[in-house]
T-cell receptor, first 114, second 118 residues
Framework: AQSVTQLDSHVSVSEGTPVLLRCNYS??????LFWYVQHPNKGLQLLLK??????LVKGINGFEAEFKKSETSFHLTKPSAHMSDAAEYFC????????????FGGGTRLMVKP | ETGVTQTPRHLVMGMTNKKSLKCEQH?????MYWYKQSAKKPLELMFV???????ENNSVPSRFSPECPNSSHLFLHLHTLQPEDSALYLC?????????????????FGPGTRLTVL
């Protein structure tokens, strides 16, 4: 069985300050992990993906995430927030033995203040 | 854009209407998915098709009827819906890997259809 928990439903940061969006997962097997972003009235866009290669994964728009097996975490970070980063972010897990079945977290809404 | 298109983008329908949602992918993928995104709930997988065959039906009520005529097109036929079916319906596609290859394919999402049932 697989599950994912996003620890914060809302995060608010000032423009230019670091972003941290937290995600913990549970997986019976070696997982694949994803972060997707959803801007208002848009579909989900892939930010980055971990598939058992390097534990530090770099994505688009300056985002990165680190896979920490001991902590079962896959937190998303960015050194400096931009106004255009305001959106909802979803952490997603898939057991590699579960085919392509994805389990989504509840989402974290990121607000960026000027 | 991701190469996955959905029409219409917005749909308002009464409970007695019949309508269809359309999804098309231009990525050469063989797997397609329907998801439901409701307010304050995680994304819910509804249906999965691999090579035009339905491989997953996640206990979806029969008032939702999917159709996959080919690996590029996916439809969701709607009839006698309820107001609680109002949601954003997202389509996604991915490559289909042979079994035994232990990496999950990336799914690429369309922009969604915002459905309101009156």
């Amino acid at each position: 069985a697989q599950s994912v928990t996003q620890l914060d439903s809302h995060v608010s940061v000032s423009e230019g300050t670091p972003v941290l969006l937290r995600c913990n997962y549970s997986s019976s097997y070696s997982p694949s992990l994803f972060w997707y972003v959803q801007h208002p009235n848009k579909g989900l866009q892939l930010l980055l993906k971990y598939t058992s290669a390097a534990t530090l994964v770099k994505g688009i728009n300056g985002f990165e995430a680190e896979f920490k097996k001991s902590e079962t975490s896959f937190h998303l970070t960015k050194p400096s927030a931009h106004m255009s980063d305001a959106a909802e972010y979803f952490c997603v897990v898939s057991d590699n033995n579960a085919g392509n079945m994805l389990t989504f977290g509840g989402g974290t809404r990121l607000m960026v203040k000027p | 854009e991701t190469g996955v298109t959905q029409t219409p983008r917005h749909l308002v329908m009464g409970m007695t209407n019949k309508k269809s949602l359309k999804c098309e992918q231009h990525l050469g993928h063989n797997a397609m998915y329907w998801y439901k995104q409701s307010a304050k709930k995680p994304l819910e997988l509804m249906f999965v098709y691999n090579f035009k065959e339905q491989t997953e039906n996640n206990s979806v009520p029969s008032r939702f009827s999917p159709e996959c005529p080919n690996s590029s097109h996916l439809f969701l036929h709607l009839h006698t819906l309820q107001p609680e079916d109002s949601a954003l319906y997202l389509c996604a596609s991915s490559r289909h890997r042979a079994s035994g290859i232990r990496v999950t394919d990336t799914q690429y999402f369309g922009p969604g259809t915002r459905l309101t049932v009156l």
